[in-house]
């Protein structure tokens, strides 16, 4: 829902951008032009055109087609008269059947100009058609009048070689090329980057995500697919290149979610002799001019920064949609002395947070409550309350009888509602109850824009950094630390005594950048001294420092000082495309579990196959 929010403005800004892009002349040995390139300029001109036949009208002595190919749609119109034998052809051949036609450019009727085709002033009339091969009746239709897909996603994605047919798709496809050139320019001319390809097998690395093993012939033997190449950039940078990125294929073993993949591309970089100031510069500069070339439209920079304990505090969420208000209020102190239930939390050392959601008295039914809280309870959090502020300044709901009139007004007050409004309000542990009320504020804008309330701006690009994150937090089952991000990250200058002392207090050099509630990626100023990093490693987070040897031993001689980040490639193509998932801005996606339904895989191996990498299947 989150994504969605996110990406339903953007749909005509990145269709916009594509309608304009001057279609390239795409002449070949078996074309003089591509379907998309014909206008008034080029009637009474011969031309040869190849693609699939689309859609076929027929209208006896006369037979009007389409003819599509990757750069758009041409109409043909086909004569008994003329050619009979191209007219029987039209009729006959199953849609998505490859065709070559031959014909001359013609101007259409006024009154039949579609002004909705780029090539909508013009047609072709055929004087020969080549069938270059006759498609079987297809599972699905690929010409829906909307652009809007006609099945689901598993048959589409079961048949993606048809699914790809669909202009939308490949429109992203080549978009996602466009814009990863850019970022190539960019980087690499204007930065002095270099490209740098890293190993995709490697050593498994604990913590941080699962990751996909790769048995060997060596028995007992593996690799781990790389979930990122942190370490092997880092190295890099202790062997003095200085400036290193990569249009990178990762790979994580973890549960499917609309915008996670188990294998995905990140744009990396890592920087020498840099600080965190610079490639946050570096990286608006960058998604400056992506949104300029691609979308035509300028981004202001710098992006606002906000502390990672704030955006807690205010959004509930590491990751804040700030298109919006609706911010969280503490308001223990208000509720304590009038309900039990906010005075207990408190005493154990809870908080109470609470929501102002602006002019929806009239859409908060006594349905739409139920729902919320159910929604709450789904969390495992605790129970809300709803309150709704009368013309009269006075409070309805199921706790507002337990409020003296004194104590509402001054709630009222603190929260700055106004009537009309509707507060919603939580009491609970001080660790979980802040992100479950993030998500309450995220499900009441849902609410309110499915009620006809325009909440989310569409078109809207607040980008911003999130800063100042924890280095360590503690596994709620082993009580032992964990990073909060990677075990790499330095310490915020002037608390690296803590690491000694109070770990739990050390702030990182981490920064996130974040669009509209999207995360677009996340770097670090790395730890480059072989006595810190060893300490982190093995008296903080306990782990088997003979994981990351090739590191500590890099580390020793005479590393740089260095940072870096990686940005979601598929995530940024899904937001510059408007999709609705990553999935439509990957041309061959896992499914949501993980499966890869057009060659259903992950499959069974033959015994002979197990035996030669010593596997054995348990029972």
């Excluded at 048995?215 to 200085?242: C, E, I, N």
């Excluded at 969280?328 to 005493?347: N, R, W, Y």
Aim: hydrophobic letters at 40%.
């Amino acid at each position: 829902r989150l994504v969605m929010s996110v990406v339903g403005g953007l749909r005509a800004a990145a269709r916009a951008a594509w309608v304009n892009m001057r279609a390239a002349s795409s002449a070949s040995a078996m074309r003089t032009h591509s379907c998309g390139e014909l206008r008034s300029a080029d009637v009474e001109k011969p031309v040869a055109l190849c693609g699939w036949l689309q859609q076929v009208r027929d209208f006896g002595d006369l037979v009007f087609a389409t003819i599509r190919d990757t750069h758009g749609v041409t109409q043909l119109i086909s004569s008994k008269a003329t050619d009979p034998a191209a007219c029987q052809a039209l009729r006959d051949l199953p849609l998505e059947s490859c065709i070559k036609i031959s014909g001359v450019v013609q101007p259409r009727p006024a009154s039949m100009v579609n002004t909705a085709m780029r090539t909508g002033e013009v047609e072709v009339h055929v004087q020969a058609l080549e069938v270059l091969n006759t498609a079987q009746p297809v599972p699905f239709a690929l010409a829906a009048p909307d652009g809007a897909p006609s099945a689901s996603e598993s048959v589409r994605l079961r048949h993606r070689y048809l699914d790809l047919r669909r202009p939308g798709l490949q429109r992203n496809m080549r978009m996602r090329a466009d814009v990863s050139m850019t970022i190539r320019k960019f980087l690499a001319e204007k930065h002095g980057f270099v490209d740098v390809e890293t190993p995709t097998l490697f050593k498994r690395s604990p913590g941080g995500a699962a990751e996909f093993l790769v048995p060997t012939r060596d028995k007992g033997h593996f690799y781990a697919l790389a979930q990122s190449p942190q370490q092997l950039k880092q190295l890099l940078m202790v062997a003095g290149l200085d400036r290193y990125f990569q249009i990178a294929r990762c790979y994580r073993d973890e549960a499917g979610r609309g915008d996670r993949q188990p294998e995905f591309t990140q744009v990396d970089l890592e920087l020498s002799f840099t600080t965190q100031q610079e490639i946050q510069t570096i990286i608006e500069d960058l998604l400056k001019t992506i949104w300029r070339e691609h979308l035509g439209l300028d981004i202001p920079t710098p992006f606002p920064r906000l502390a990672y304990r704030e955006a807690m505090d205010r959004y509930g969420v590491d990751k804040p949609d700030t298109r919006f208000g609706m911010l969280l209020h503490d308001v223990g102190p208000v509720l304590a002395p009038s309900l039990d239930f906010v005075h207990k939390s408190l005493q154990g050392g809870g908080v109470a947070r609470a929501i102002v959601v602006p002019k929806a008295e009239a859409i908060f039914t006594r349905a739409c409550i139920a729902d919320l809280q159910s929604f709450v309870r789904g969390m495992s959090g605790p129970e809300v309350s709803v309150l709704a502020i009368r013309a009269d300044g006075t409070l309805k709901g199921s706790i507002a009888k337990r409020l003296a009139p004194a104590d509402q007004q001054q709630l009222i007050s603190s929260l700055q509602a106004a009537p009309g409004d509707v507060i919603v309000l939580a009491a609970g542990p001080a660790d979980t109850l802040p992100g479950i009320m993030g998500r309450v504020r995220l499900q009441c804008a849902d609410i309110l824009e499915k009620n006809g309330v325009t909440v989310r701006t569409p078109g809207a690009f607040n980008f911003l950094w999130v800063e100042d994150f924890p280095l360590f937090e503690r596994d709620e089952t082993t009580g032992k630390l964990v990073s909060v991000h990677h075990p790499f990250t330095a310490p915020r200058v002037g608390d690296e005594g803590l690491l000694h002392t109070s770990p739990t207090q050390v702030l990182g050099q981490h920064y996130d950048v974040v669009l509209n509630g999207v995360e677009l990626g996340g770097g670090s100023i790395r730890n480059h001294a072989h006595a810190q990093q060893m300490h982190i490693l093995r008296d903080i987070l306990q782990e088997d420092t003979a994981m990351f040897s090739q590191l500590l031993e890099g580390l020793q001689y005479g590393a740089p000082p260095h940072g870096g980040i990686a940005l979601g490639f598929d995530r940024l193509m899904m937001i510059l495309c408007g999709a609705d998932s990553i999935r439509d801005v990957i041309a061959f996606p896992k499914s949501l579990a993980g499966r890869d339904l057009m060659s259903q895989c992950p499959s069974a191996l033959p015994e002979s196959d197990l035996q030669a990498y010593h596997i054995q299947l348990c029972p």
